[in-house]
C-alpha cells in the first residue's frame, strides 16, 4: 500500500502548478517505486496546485 509519504518523497522539487502528466514523469525520474507510479497514474487529468492537491486526489 502507497502512503502519502512515499507519494511527497516522489514528488520532492516538483513545481507547481502541475498537470498530471509532468507530475507522473517528475515521480519516474526522481525514484518513485511501482506502487508510487500507479497510484499517480489513476489521478484525474487535471492541473494541480500543490502537494496536498496531489495526495487528496490519490487517497479520496
Known amino acids: 500500500m502507497v502512503s502519502p509519504i512515499d507519494i511527497q518523497k516522489a514528488l520532492s522539487g516538483i513545481d507547481y502548478p502541475a498537470r498530471k502528466d509532468d507530475i507522473v514523469k517528475h515521480a519516474e525520474q526522481h525514484g518513485g517505486d511501482g506502487e508510487v507510479l500507479e497510484a499517480l497514474k489513476k489521478i484525474e487529468d487535471r492541473e494541480y496546485e500543490g502537494p496536498s492537491g496531489v495526495s487528496s ?4
Open 57 to 60: 486526489a490519490v487517497f479520496d
